[in-house]
C-alpha cells in the first residue's frame, strides 16, 4: 500500500525552529520530485518547496531563506527544515510526490501531483 507518513508537526513559538519529516512506504521515490505542501483553515493548500530527484530545489517566496527542504533517498524521505517560523506559516503541512522527476515552474500544480500525504499540523504561538 503506498503511503506518505508525515511527523514533526507540533506547537512553536514565533521565530523558533521545526523539523517536519515525511517517509514514503509501498513504493520507492528516489526518481520523483517530492514537495512539502500547506493549508490554513479557510486558505487554500499551497505550495512550500520542492524538491527535484536531482537535488534541484525551489521555494515559494513566503518560506525563501527560512525553509530549507532535503531528502534523503536511503531513508526514503524527505524532510522540512522551518526556521524563523511566523504566525503565517501555521497549518497543516503535507508531504507529495511529483509525477515527474524535476520541479519545474509548475511544481506546485495539483495535476503534478501522485501521491498525496495525510498532513502534520503546525501551530505557531507564544
Known amino acids: 500500500q503506498v503511503q506518505l507518513v508525515e511527523s514533526g508537526g507540533a506547537l512553536v513559538q514565533p521565530g523558533g525552529a521545526l523539523r517536519l519529516s515525511c517517509e514514503a512506504f509501498?513504493?520507492?521515490?528516489?526518481?520523483?520530485?517530492l514537495m512539502w505542501f500547506r493549508q490554513a483553515p479557510g486558505s487554500e493548500r499551497e505550495g512550500v518547496p520542492c524538491?527535484?530527484?536531482?537535488?534541484?530545489?525551489g521555494y515559494a517566496w513566503a518560506v525563501k531563506d527560512r525553509f530549507t527542504i532535503s531528502r534523503d533517498n536511503r531513508q526514503k524521505s524527505v524532510y522540512l527544515q522551518m526556521t524563523s517560523v511566523q504566525a503565517e506559516d501555521a497549518g497543516v503541512y503535507y508531504c507529495?510526490?511529483?509525477?515527474?522527476?524535476?520541479?519545474?515552474?509548475?511544481?506546485?500544480?495539483?495535476?503534478?501531483?501522485?501521491?498525496w500525504g495525510d498532513g502534520t499540523r503546525v501551530s505557531v504561538s507564544w
Open positions: 507529495a510526490t511529483s509525477m515527474k522527476r524535476f520541479c519545474g515552474e509548475n511544481w506546485a500544480a495539483p495535476d503534478n501531483i501522485k501521491h
Open positions: 509501498g513504493f520507492t521515490p528516489d526518481y520523483y520530485a
Open positions: 524538491i527535484s530527484s536531482t537535488m534541484g530545489t
